[in-house]
């Protein structure tokens, strides 16, 4: 028997109301965008209850709704300009992808009837412009199916694994008339398997020494303190997996063992003292550079617990169980039986180093975490110096902590833009380097506009550290493009309206910070540092 679709309702509305009604349903409160010709039908007439956050440049626009959206916890919805805005905005939608962000991008397409003719900023084959890097991806074929599409794309994009989601929407289809469209409830956690889990339960019961490795997805579920629990009760060792984008365990737990590195031989050389390893909430494991992986030889027992059965499908070593985050750990936290294993003591802190001219990092590192609020949430996009940044500024755990998970620069700046758009009641911190902040800077023209409670430390040693680091370990030498002279980053802030200030001496450090992270709005303190980075990988691997 052929399935009967569901009744008319009778009523009809505009594609536009229509959708504004399901954004209200699904409790969107803001849209961001870059508006052009093919939006305005959608745009004209706002309404009051609707927050457009407007970026200057489409790659700002994605990196705000990612940063709004793991704030609030809720689907960042995004207006984009046609095929050309939407290319703007690849960079960043390939790494709300990897940070598994919902979001809901929509993008305006020129008329249906002069498609044929190849228009001016139309797009050919619209819905494959994104992919892979979206879950979800359709132009509808009637604009009376748009609303349903947005609806679709929001319950794909909110379940786990999340990501975004993309429709394309021509220029005349919001003003056709179609039936309403009903918000639906759909669950989204998923329960284990209650036999593997026993199993497991039993493997780390049994573990002389188990190794825990926590990733970004307990920090997105909400879950630390239900990780903090199993860690307590397992007495285990607690690491961060590498590349970790959220910080899922607090970094002062007496527990804390310390972050894994992304080389196949440091990581293996880490966990080998261990006899069992369980792996939550990240793959298995992502690497940046090749070499020898022992860890996989099979000595050491490995268990992945992941909501992404295409992360569990690629583990090479050891059993996956998929499930999300809460009811996996709650099933594991009630299994486990009380252990006489003595307690891991985890990693001792580093004394605080020494000030210093040049400004040290170190000291700027630790210099910032003992200034900064207790509540804050720090952005970070600084990747040469995160190894200093997870020794000398560790972070307390819960929704504390957020950076990109894809290696894309570009994304920091206007993602602290949208955490402080989605948690107003507290400061955000976005911490820098020099290189990364130019890739996004128009996003401090938002943040200044909206008074956010923001400070933004940009930390200057006047090129990309990154590459400088990597050229040592891979022994070249007079690499080009690695050195940035001459960018005045008071002067770009103070000219979009913010707050700024340029700090040189490691005497003017604190006081400079103290005043940034206290200032009603948006500050800037652009830190001159040592230009010296560290080796981010040893020479051998």
Same mark, same amino acid.
């Given at each position: 028997?052929?399935?009967?679709?569901?009744?008319?309702?009778?009523?009809?509305?505009?594609?536009?109301?229509?959708?504004?009604?399901?954004?209200?349903?699904?409790?969107?409160?803001?849209?961001?965008?870059?508006?052009?010709?093919?939006?305005?039908?959608?745009?004209?007439?706002?309404?009051?209850?609707?927050?457009?956050?407007?970026?200057?440049?489409?790659?700002?626009?994605?990196?705000?709704?990612?940063?709004?959206?793991?704030?609030?916890?809720?689907?960042?919805?995004?207006?984009?300009?046609?095929?050309?805005?939407?290319?703007?905005?690849?960079?960043?939608?390939?790494?709300?992808?990897?940070?598994?962000?919902?979001?809901?991008?929509?993008?305006?397409?020129?008329?249906?009837?002069?498609?044929?003719?190849?228009?001016?900023?139309?797009?050919?084959?619209?819905?494959?412009?994104?992919?892979?890097?979206?879950?979800?991806?359709?132009?509808?074929?009637?604009?009376?199916?748009?609303?349903?599409?947005?609806? %679709?794309?929001?319950?794909? $994009?909110?379940?786990?694994?999340?990501? &975004? #989601?993309? !429709?394309?929407? /021509?220029?005349? *289809?919001?003003?056709?008339?179609?039936?309403?469209?009903?918000?639906?409830?759909?669950?989204?956690?998923?329960?284990?398997?209650?036999?593997?889990? %026993?199993?497991?339960?039993? $493997?780390?019961?049994?573990?002389?020494? &188990? #190794?825990? !490795?926590?990733? /970004?997805?307990? *920090?997105?579920?909400?879950?630390?303190?239900?990780?903090?629990?199993?860690?307590?009760?397992?007495?285990?060792?607690?690491?961060?997996?590498?590349?970790?984008?959220?910080?899922?365990?607090?970094?002062?737990?007496?527990?804390? #063992?310390?972050?894994?590195?992304?080389?196949?031989?440091?990581?293996?050389?880490?966990?080998?003292?261990?006899?069992?390893?369980?792996?939550?909430?990240?793959?298995?494991?992502?690497?940046?550079?090749?070499?020898?992986?022992?860890?996989?030889?099979?000595?050491?027992?490995?268990?992945?617990?992941?909501?992404?059965?295409?992360?569990?499908?690629?583990?090479?070593?050891?059993?996956?169980?998929?499930?999300?985050?809460?009811?996996?750990?709650?099933?594991?936290?009630?299994?486990?039986?009380?252990?006489?294993?003595?307690?891991?003591?985890?990693?001792?802190?580093?004394?605080?180093?020494?000030?210093?001219?040049?400004?040290?990092?170190?000291?700027?590192?630790?210099?910032?975490?003992?200034?900064?609020?207790?509540?804050?949430?720090?952005?970070?996009?600084?990747?040469?110096?995160?190894?200093?940044?997870?020794?000398?500024?560790?972070?307390?755990?819960?929704?504390?902590?957020?950076?990109?998970?894809?290696?894309?620069?570009?994304?920091?700046?206007?993602?602290?833009?949208?955490?402080?758009?989605?948690?107003?009641?507290?400061?955000?911190?976005?911490?820098?380097?020099?290189?990364?902040?130019?890739?996004?800077?128009?996003?401090?023209?938002?943040?200044?506009?909206?008074?956010?409670?923001?400070?933004?430390?940009?930390?200057?040693?006047?090129?990309?550290?990154?590459?400088?680091?990597?050229?040592?370990?891979?022994?070249?030498?007079?690499?080009?493009?690695?050195?940035?002279?001459?960018?005045?980053?008071?002067?770009?802030?103070?000219?979009?309206?913010?707050?700024?200030?340029?700090?040189?001496?490691?005497?003017?450090?604190?006081?400079?910070?103290?005043?940034?992270?206290?200032?009603?709005?948006?500050?800037?303190?652009?830190?001159?540092?040592?230009?010296?980075?560290?080796?981010?990988?040893?020479?051998?691997?």
């Amino acid at each position: 028997m052929p399935r009967k679709l569901p009744k008319s309702s009778g009523t009809s509305v505009s594609v536009k109301d229509a959708t504004l009604d399901l954004l209200r349903a699904f409790g969107i409160k803001k849209v961001f965008g870059n508006p052009g010709s093919t939006e305005l039908p959608f745009l004209s007439d706002w309404p009051g209850d609707i927050d457009y956050v407007l970026g200057l440049q489409e790659a700002s626009v994605i990196g705000m709704a990612d940063g709004y959206a793991q704030a609030t916890r809720n689907a960042g919805f995004v207006n984009l300009h046609s095929a050309a805005g939407l290319g703007n905005a690849l960079g960043n939608i390939f790494t709300a992808h990897r940070n598994q962000t919902p979001l809901v991008i929509t993008a305006g397409q020129q008329a249906r009837s002069i498609l044929p003719l190849e228009p001016f900023l139309y797009a050919e084959r619209a819905s494959e412009f994104p992919r892979p890097y979206v879950k979800f991806s359709v132009e509808p074929a009637r604009a009376e199916d748009v609303p349903a599409a947005i609806a %679709r794309a929001y319950y794909v $994009a909110m379940q786990p694994p999340c990501g &975004p #989601a993309f !429709v394309s929407v /021509p220029i005349d *289809d919001w003003t056709h008339q179609t039936q309403p469209v009903q918000a639906r409830s759909v669950s989204r956690e998923l329960g284990p398997d209650p036999d593997v889990m %026993r199993v497991l339960a039993a $493997a780390v019961a049994k573990s002389r020494r &188990p #190794a825990l !490795v926590v990733g /970004p997805g307990v *920090d997105r579920a909400q879950a630390v303190d239900l990780m903090v629990r199993v860690a307590e009760k397992a007495k285990a060792a607690v690491w961060v997996s590498p590349f970790s984008s959220r910080c899922s365990f607090p970094e002062r737990h007496p527990q804390f #063992a310390g972050f894994l590195h992304a080389s196949p031989a440091q990581l293996s050389d880490a966990l080998r003292e261990y006899d069992l390893v369980v792996v939550i909430g990240a793959p298995v494991f992502t690497f940046h550079v090749e070499g020898h992986a022992p860890i996989f030889e099979g000595a050491i027992p490995i268990f992945q617990i992941t909501d992404d059965p295409a992360a569990a499908a690629v583990t090479p070593s050891g059993a996956s169980i998929i499930a999300t985050m809460t009811p996996a750990l709650t099933m594991l936290c009630a299994l486990l039986p009380e252990t006489k294993r003595d307690v891991f003591k985890g990693r001792t802190l580093p004394p605080p180093p020494k000030a210093a001219d040049p400004i040290p990092v170190d000291f700027l590192m630790h210099t910032l975490s003992t200034l900064m609020p207790d509540d804050a949430a720090l952005v970070e996009e600084a990747p040469s110096h995160r190894p200093l940044m997870n020794r000398f500024l560790p972070m307390r755990g819960q929704d504390s902590f957020i950076t990109m998970a894809s290696g894309g620069l570009g994304y920091g700046l206007p993602a602290s833009v949208g955490v402080a758009l989605g948690r107003p009641e507290i400061r955000t911190a976005c911490l820098i380097g020099d290189g990364s902040a130019m890739y996004s800077i128009q996003a401090l023209w938002t943040a200044a506009q909206r008074k956010l409670p923001l400070t933004v430390v940009v930390i200057n040693n006047a090129g990309y550290g990154a590459m400088r680091s990597f050229s040592q370990v891979m022994q070249v030498r007079n690499v080009p493009g690695l050195d940035l002279p001459g960018i005045d980053f008071v002067r770009i802030a103070q000219g979009m309206g913010c707050d700024a200030v340029r700090v040189s001496k490691a005497s003017e450090l604190a006081p400079a910070l103290a005043r940034g992270l206290a200032h009603d709005g948006v500050s800037l303190i652009e830190v001159m540092v040592e230009s010296a980075v560290p080796l981010l990988y040893g020479r051998k691997d």
